[in-house]
């Protein structure tokens, strides 16, 4: 069977994009690099100390290395980010030294239409990696609010879709209230289906099934099933749900009879960050299962974040999902 990773590669390699590496001072990013070139997956751009890349030992031909700090972009990006955030204080000073930061500067070179999408955080925490894209690229036509999900694959489980799923959101929304949840729900049943293409069952968790408890938290994640229903009343989606309920047929039967979701559900959106980031770091270590992300959704080009715990197989499947959200955002723009 094809693994989740071949798929992302499979897919990114039938229509090649251009992708910004933008920590080649990383190891673990270069050894990544050199398994998407050797696999001819993407265009590389790599960011970072040119001669450093290149002592690495990598074999990284074909990448395109640029050191933003003595680029000859730097002066065009430094106007164009000036124009974008005079209204926020920015000065032409600011800007120029502010675009020779790697993740500014590879924003930028997404900005300008030189890279199709970015791949950043195993060595600068999340909120300085998606920041840039947040203040440069902004949100997507059409989308309310930017967050994040992990794809989780673990091996020898029956749960989910054959172990795979989508935890949401484990990367930046920090304390979502009922209508930032249910627009979390919403986009990642989405990313679900761009990326796997089955159709998303999502469950809403919490620590209590139908009001199986009653408080506020419990009654923000009811409430945001509820927006989410309003908003895409054709997804199978359904909450509050406790995560055996969620994913255990048994359990779900018995705590949630009349539900489809219940028992079945492959996206699991939590009620907060702390559930989140903490629940995937669970999984990922106690059932050794695969963690690619955090991927990010509705930014209006892809930029996606890593752990600063990844290792290289982490980072080429998230440079794979990037290539293919790219590919769908010019897909969507064509049509
Ligand atoms: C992502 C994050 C950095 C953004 O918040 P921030 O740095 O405080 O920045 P601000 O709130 O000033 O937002 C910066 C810009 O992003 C925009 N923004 C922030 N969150 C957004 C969201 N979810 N969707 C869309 N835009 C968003 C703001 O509107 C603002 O735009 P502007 O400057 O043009 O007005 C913040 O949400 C964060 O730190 N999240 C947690 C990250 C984390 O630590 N995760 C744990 C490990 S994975
Ligand atoms: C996603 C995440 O938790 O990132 P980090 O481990 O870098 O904080």
Redesign the pocket.
Same mark, same amino acid.
């Given at each position: 069977m094809t693994s989740f990773l071949e798929s992302m590669i499979a897919r990114a390699k039938a229509d090649k994009q251009t992708i910004v590496l933008a920590e080649g001072d990383d190891p673990r990013t270069l050894e990544a690099a050199e398994t998407i070139l050797a696999q001819d997956v993407a265009n590389l751009i790599i960011l970072g100390d040119v001669e450093g890349i290149k002592a690495s030992g990598r074999n990284l031909e074909g990448a395109q290395l640029i050191d933003p700090r003595t680029s000859e972009l730097a002066a065009e990006f430094a106007d164009t980010f000036y124009e974008l955030?005079k209204n926020?204080g920015m000065t032409p000073e600011k800007a120029a030294e502010t675009v020779k930061d790697v993740l500014y500067f590879g924003v930028m070179m997404v900005k300008t239409g030189r890279a199709d999408g970015m791949v950043a955080?195993a060595c600068h925490?999340?909120?300085?990696v #998606?920041?840039p894209s #947040?203040?440069i690229l902004?949100?997507a036509p059409g989308?309310? #609010?930017?967050?994040?999900f992990f794809v989780m694959v673990a091996p020898n489980c029956e749960y989910g879709q054959d172990g795979t799923f989508l935890f949401s959101d484990?990367? /930046?929304? @920090?304390q979502p209230d009922a209508e930032?949840l249910a627009h979390i729900a919403v986009n990642s049943a989405r990313s679900w289906k761009n990326l796997i293409g089955t159709e998303p069952v999502v469950a809403m968790l919490s620590h209590s099934t139908y009001a199986s408890a009653k408080n506020d938290d419990q009654a923000k994640v009811a409430q945001a099933a509820a927006i989410a229903r309003e908003l895409a009343p054709e997804l199978a989606l359904d909450g509050e749900l406790q995560a055996d309920a969620a994913m255990v047929p048994s359990v779900g039967a018995s705590k949630a009879p009349d539900s489809k979701v219940a028992g079945h559900a492959n996206c699991l959106i939590f009620p907060d /960050?702390d559930a989140g980031?903490i629940g995937y770091k669970l999984v990922q270590r106690l059932a050794h299962a695969e963690a690619f992300g955090?991927v990010t959704q509705? @930014?209006a080009a892809p930029v996606n974040?890593l752990?600063r715990g990844c290792v290289a197989h982490d980072i080429v499947g998230v440079i794979a999902i990037t290539c293919v959200q790219a590919q769908a955002k010019k897909a969507a723009e064509a049509e």
């Open positions: 955030r926020k955080g925490a999340t909120g300085d #998606l920041r #947040l203040q902004k949100t989308v309310k #609010l930017v967050s994040s484990c990367g /930046l929304e @920090i930032k /960050l980031n955090p509705g @930014i974040d752990s």
